[in-house]
């Protein structure tokens, strides 16, 4: 079992900065991938960004390309989104998930475990 924690989200406003990290805990061990997906209400749940733990090969989603930015840090097994210039359109819960695959993907379906979100508002 893999156990998913988001934390970092708030309300902030339009071009401002909030940086998200999922704390990833249980069976985790490479290869996999990590992704962070967003559902805002009344919407699809939309692919963000994702990278392969073992090669570090990252992959984004059109509408957050040269904003946000896929990190991780190894010692504690923690994966970071930050996002800078945010945008109302960037307002959703976001969800941390992790893939067994090894692969980036963008459909959330690749996906086997997943975080219970946190939420990023962005006031125009």
């Known amino acids: 079992q893999v156990q998913l924690v988001e934390s970092g989200g708030g309300t902030v406003q339009a071009g401002g900065s909030l940086r998200l990290s999922c704390a990833a805990s249980?069976?985790?061990?490479?290869?996999?991938?990590m992704g962070w997906f967003r559902q805002a209400p009344g919407r699809e749940r939309e692919f963000v960004a994702a990278f392969t733990w073992s090669r570090g090969i990252t992959y984004y989603g059109d509408s957050v390309k040269g904003r946000f930015t896929i990190s991780r840090d190894n010692a504690k097994s923690t994966v970071h989104l930050q996002m800078n210039n945010l945008k109302p359109d960037d307002t959703a819960l976001y969800y941390c998930a992790l893939s067994r695959s090894g692969f980036v993907a963008v459909d959330p379906t690749e996906y086997d475990s997943w975080g219970r979100g946190t939420q990023v508002s962005v006031s125009s």
């Open positions: 249980g069976r985790t061990f490479s290869p996999y991938a």
